[in-house]
């Protein structure tokens, strides 16, 4: 059964793929499987959340790892670790 989840972006990946943008998932069920899904999606996808950057993740606005299993009507944001100073 396809579900729909809210993809978000924030920092440079924001600059790189926009806002967010919509997602029938059709098969994958875990942050990790969406992440490769979105690797295949455009070069400039496979660029912003290439497997050689750190990037984080939030499932429904809670830190997950991307083992974390996602349901319908989600938001999944992805973003560049913070440092400050």
Known sequence: MAIQIQLRYFASLREQLGA???LVLESARTVGQVRDLLLQRSDAHGQALARTRA???ALNQT???EDALISADAELAFFPPVTGG
């Open 63 to 65: 830190l997950c790892a």
């Open 55 to 57: 990037l984080r993740c």
């Open 20 to 22: 967010g943008e919509n």
